[in-house]
């Protein structure tokens, strides 16, 4: 506004209607993106709803006692998802118990060992790509690893692949949550004497404590919910099946095979189950997001 | 501070803290070799999915050559396969999810970024997030039963009728409305990159410097132009970089492109027309293939090629990336 005052051989020339034009076109840009960028928001916002909503409306009507009663069953006759719940509790179980170590002796190796150095740069690529390789083919790799050679599937072959999809996960979080930890920390605990390893698995682990179970329940609701992986390695079971060594059922499995079926008692199954595993996964995520914020 | 340190060595009283010292460095090297032999770990890992999907489509590869990837026959019962129809659905489904979903990313990091109250911030980041927590079979139930009839019965038929009756992109959108297909697969697929993208995008923008932006906008800059001129400038390399890793999630999608993209072995000129994907070729006809057949190693062998398409997509993804991430 000002520089209209002034003599108008100081600055370039002006014209007043221009200068007003362009400034309302400038604004009616801003607000085009500002409406398109709401508009993209609650797009993102109505999906989730409608997902949740056909979850709740559709698993709600389908659930009652004997879905956690009774075992997969003929159509027809009153069945429940017993035994894939519990199989997937298990294999689920195993695979966290045997992915965390491991995951987090490699994050400790990438934050506390392997700083700049060259196989501790590529083990971190690898890592990395293991976190968003397709799980199908991590599914694969275990069919040609455990289960054609051992003649058969298996649960442990299910665990085994989804423990290579939980590595990465606790990989990444262990690194991250490792690398905040101040320095002045490491050499207050070197100083006084301690072993590196006592350094690290006392005061480093212990500070990061909070960060890496965010880190393991964000796993477990990752494998929880994969189904791709175990079509080729713990294949499903219709019957109560708790034997590791043959092919045990597991609740993504079950909905695959359910929900593509053209029994409406099977696909209401589905649906029910479909609702447990998505309340367990978001429930999952978010105390995993408050372990973090209350960790801060 | 030196002498101090170096003193009790030269005493007899020397050999205690060397004795104390052991344990502890017996600790650290067994410590320091479980740390370096789960790297190892990992990196056997990866070389082993490579080596053994390679080993297990080694018989396909010789049997049909090179020729194998683009070769659009799939018929089991003459035992004569070929990858081009599912490599094609493949690079289709997940570039077409890119077009539809990079916009409306880009649109919530926007507001994420820029436009949300603070107080609104967190729990549409939440909700935005947790979009990416939904299990992959999940979607495909709600794509299937739910998408999948609206968009054949409302939505194609009105694209169909309009957009379809126009010259040359028309063909696009042609054929019979049935809900399931290319499209519709496309569409579920964009849905479930839309949050890895925004979550990225969000991300980075929050790492360009206040000033650059303050300084734009002391120019009298509107919040649309800081964005177009300086923050996006600024973060141009990591949002393609998150672009890529939705991409390298896109291509590798199973079961929720299994449920709606129809499944036939076929390329159909339309955008509606029912196709299928390497990981949903994989996924549907395992439980039909005998241990040991021509047509597993044929299922290996595109397992294998799909793990070469997103080894690439994801390596380029995390190179963009990983630097201004950490930086």
Request: aromatic letters at 10%; hydrophobic letters at 55%.
């Amino acid at each position: 506004m000002s520089a209209t005052t002034m003599p108008p051989a100081l600055g370039p020339v002006k014209d007043q209607a221009v200068a007003a034009a362009l400034g309302r076109r400038r604004k009616a840009a801003d607000r085009l993106v500002r409406l398109l960028s709401y508009a993209a928001t609650l797009i993102g916002l109505v999906f989730l709803a409608s997902i949740l909503l056909t979850l709740f409306y559709k698993g709600f009507g389908a659930m009652n006692l004997s879905v956690f009663t009774e075992v997969t069953k003929p159509p027809g006759s009153e069945g429940g998802l017993l035994n894939a719940i519990v199989g997937s509790l298990i294999q689920v179980a195993l695979a966290t118990a045997i992915g965390t170590p491991i995951g987090m002796l490699v994050g400790t190796f990438l934050a506390e060992y392997a700083k700049g150095s060259a196989f501790g740069n590529l083990v971190r690529f690898v890592s990395d790509i293991l976190l968003s390789a397709p799980s199908i083919l991590i599914g694969l790799f275990v069919y040609q690893l455990l289960v054609l050679p051992f003649g058969g599937f298996s649960g442990w072959a299910g665990v085994a692949a989804l423990t290579i999809i939980i590595i990465p996960i606790v990989v990444r979080t262990t690194e991250d949550m490792l690398t905040l930890i101040p320095n002045t920390l490491r050499e207050a605990v070197i100083g006084l004497g301690a072993p590196k390893w006592k350094m690290i698995v006392l005061i480093c682990w212990r500070a990061a404590t909070s960060g890496i179970i965010t880190g393991i329940l964000l796993g477990i609701a990752r494998i929880a919910g994969e189904t791709a992986p175990l079509l080729f390695t713990s294949l499903g079971n219709n019957a109560w099946s708790t034997n590791l060594n043959g092919p045990l059922p597991s609740l993504p499995i079950t909905i695959y095979s359910y929900a593509g079926s053209p029994f409406q008692d099977w696909i209401e199954l589905a649906w029910a189950g479909a609702l447990l595993i998505t309340l367990a996964v978001l429930l999952l995520n978010i105390l995993a997001r408050s372990v973090l914020g209350r960790g801060k | 501070m030196q002498q101090a340190a170096t003193l009790p060595l030269g005493t007899p009283m020397g050999a205690k803290p060397q004795r104390a010292a052991s344990p502890g460095s017996f600790g650290d090297t067994l410590f320091s070799a479980a740390c370096h032999a789960a790297g190892g770990f990992v990196l056997l890992l990866l070389g082993g999915i490579i080596i053994e999907l390679f080993i297990g489509g080694l018989p396909a590869f010789r049997a049909f050559g090179i020729p194998f990837i683009w070769s659009t026959e799939w018929d089991p019962v003459t035992e004569v396969f070929g990858a081009g129809v599912s490599i094609y659905g493949t690079i289709v489904t997940a570039v077409l999810a890119i077009l539809l979903a990079v916009p409306v990313a880009f649109g919530v990091a926007f507001y994420l970024t820029e436009l949300s109250p603070p107080w609104l911030r967190r729990p549409v980041g939440t909700a935005v997030e947790l979009l990416a927590a939904v299990p992959s079979i999940i979607y495909g139930m709600w794509g299937f039963f739910l998408i999948a009839p609206i968009m054949g019965q409302y939505i194609q038929p009105a694209v169909i009728d309009t957009i379809g009756e126009l010259p040359l992109i028309g063909e696009l959108f042609q054929g019979p409305p049935f809900g399931t297909g290319i499209f519709t697969a496309a569409l579920i697929l964009a849905i479930m990159i839309l949050p890895f993208i925004a979550a990225t995008m969000r991300d980075v923008f929050q790492q360009v410097p206040p000033v650059y932006k303050e300084s734009a906008y002391g120019l009298g800059c509107t919040t649309w132009e800081v964005m177009r001129s300086v923050v996006l400038p600024y973060t141009r390399i990591s949002v393609v970089g998150g672009i890529m890793l939705g991409l390298g999630r896109a291509l590798g999608e199973t079961m929720a492109v299994t449920f709606v993209i129809g499944n036939a072995n076929r390329i159909s000129a339309s955008l509606f027309g029912p196709g299928n994907t390497i990981a949903s070729v994989v996924a549907l006809e395992f439980g039909e293939s005998e241990m040991g057949s021509l047509k597993l190693s044929a299922l290996l062998a595109l397992g294998f090629i799909l793990f070469v398409l997103s080894f690439i997509v994801l390596a380029i993804s995390r190179f963009l990336l990983r630097p201004r991430l950490k930086g």
